[in-house]
């Protein structure tokens, strides 16, 4: 740099590429390197999922398997009618037979809280298979 007097104090770079402080008179100390690498300074780019248009959620799946799980709407829901169409017939039966038989009645309504109940178990690999066989065929 040229005369002391010339140049004001601050921060300049010197022959190594660092920045080293001058008062105005003499040259300081180098300044200390920041902690974090300069590849890391910028913040990674956001990615937004996407999502397939079939694409199942877990909450609505147990959603209706807790409010409407008597009449197999989250079976369907997950595109397992043969199985939705016996909770639906197993349904109708506990009905019709609570009027005419109510033994088989409550068998039938037995195994419908059976079956909601192994669901509520298997459910939510149930969800994460359908998901998974959608981006497999993607």
Sequence with gaps: MSSP???PPGWYPNADGMQQWWD???????APQPAVSAQFAVSPPVYQAVLHPKY?????????LIFLG???LHRFY??????GFVMVALFL???V???????????????L???????????AADVTRFNARLYSGM
Excluded: E
Excluded at 78 to 83: E, Q
């Design 5 to 7: 007097s010339q140049t």
């Design 24 to 30: 105005g008179q003499h040259w300081g100390p180098i």
């Design 56 to 64: 199942k959620s877990m909450g609505a799946a147990y959603c209706l």
């Design 70 to 72: 008597g009449i197999g």
């Design 78 to 83: 997950l595109d397992n009618d043969a199985r």
């Design 93 to 95: 039966l506990t009905v």
């Design 97 to 111: 037979f609570a009027v005419v038989f109510p033994p088989v009645s409550v068998l039938c309504l037995i195994t």
């Design 113 to 123: 809280w059976i079956m909601q109940i192994i669901d509520l178990f298997t459910l």
